[in-house]
Nanobody, 127 residues
Framework: QLQLVESGGGLVQPGGSLRLSCAAS????????IGWFRQAPGKEREGISC????????NYADSVKGRFTISRDNAKNTVYLKMNNLRPEDTAVYYC????????????????????WGKGALVNVSS
């Protein structure tokens, strides 16, 4: 069983930056594509980024493209989401999620079928 724990959330002013971490335990991440999702109050969950198991490919939702960067360190069993130029509309609970796969070079957050979810980390962008 793979466990995922997010950290790094908090309160930040508009225009600021945060880096979220998703630490895995129970299994290695070498054969897991990892996605980041978020859910704002009163809204549906949104897939915002995905990185392939090998780390060779990543994709982003239009809402975060150019501001967020996903990365991973399989040796540390950790995936990161660096968020720059944050906006009030980025306020949400952010979740990381894993999909077990033998196709290590592909990931598409729009079609990711998740096997494991983290419990989430709150990001509040407010002045």
């Amino acid at each position: 069983q793979l466990q995922l724990v997010e950290s790094g959330g908090g309160l930040v002013q508009p225009g600021g930056s945060l880096r979220l971490s998703c630490a895995a335990s129970g299994k290695g991440l070498d054969y897991n594509a990892i996605g980041w999702f978020r859910q704002a109050p009163g809204k549906e969950r949104e897939g915002i980024s995905c990185i392939s198991a090998s780390g060779s490919n990543a994709n982003y939702a239009d809402s975060v493209k150019g501001r967020f960067t996903i990365s991973r360190d399989n040796a540390k069993n950790t995936v990161y989401l660096k968020m720059n130029n944050l906006r009030p509309e980025d306020t949400a609970v952010y979740y990381c999620a894993a999909k077990y796969t033998f196709v290590r070079s592909l990931c598409d957050v729009r079609s990711l079928i998740v096997d494991y979810w983290g419990k989430g980390a709150l990001v509040n962008v407010s002045s």
